[in-house]
């Protein structure tokens, strides 16, 4: 019996065409892996390291021992792993991580000679928003003065 309607090129049988409602392709395209350096470095940062602190033996994984190493250093007085500590816990902030309500500075550097805790907060609070990093890069001494914005 001859078919009523016209089958060759771009005109296939009606029982081999693709019925609607379903894909061609149904496994799809597959899901690209991650660069492969990539997967390298996180593999070495995520694997246990061991460290002695006060006497222990501690385990962590490297990227939270360089972390802490930073944050020693910041600690001691290196304005640069300071200002690389804000930068870390701004990225950290920005997608969606566990942010810190409340920082408690001790023994805070002073923007100006003179200055108390309490300038310094109704200050902070006045003004806004504040550049963190500016807080560091600030002259302190006996001829440093306070800069105001025009």
């Known amino acids: 019996m001859p078919p009523d309607y016209d089958v060759g090129y771009g ?10 409602g379903v894909s061609g392709n149904p496994k799809g395209r597959p899901k690209r892996s991650p660069a492969q350096l990539a997967a390298i470095i996180d593999t070495a940062l995520h694997a246990p390291i061991e460290y002695r602190e006060n006497g222990r033996i501690k385990t962590t994984t490297r990227h939270e021992l360089g972390l802490k190493m930073l944050i020693d250093q910041a600690v001691k007085g290196d304005l ?3 200002e690389h500590v804000l930068k870390v816990r701004a990225h950290g902030q920005r997608f969606g991580e566990a942010a810190v309500d409340k920082l408690e500075i001790v023994n805070w550097l002073a923007d100006y000679a003179g200055q108390t805790a309490d300038q310094k907060t109704q200050e902070f609070a006045s003004t806004g928003e504040a550049n963190p990093v500016e807080w560091w890069n600030k002259p302190v001494g006996n001829n440093a003065a306070p800069k105001k914005d025009d």
Do not use: C, G, I, L
């Open 80 to 82: 640069s792993a300071a």
């Open 11 to 20: 005109k296939p049988p009606k029982q081999t065409r693709f019925k609607p």
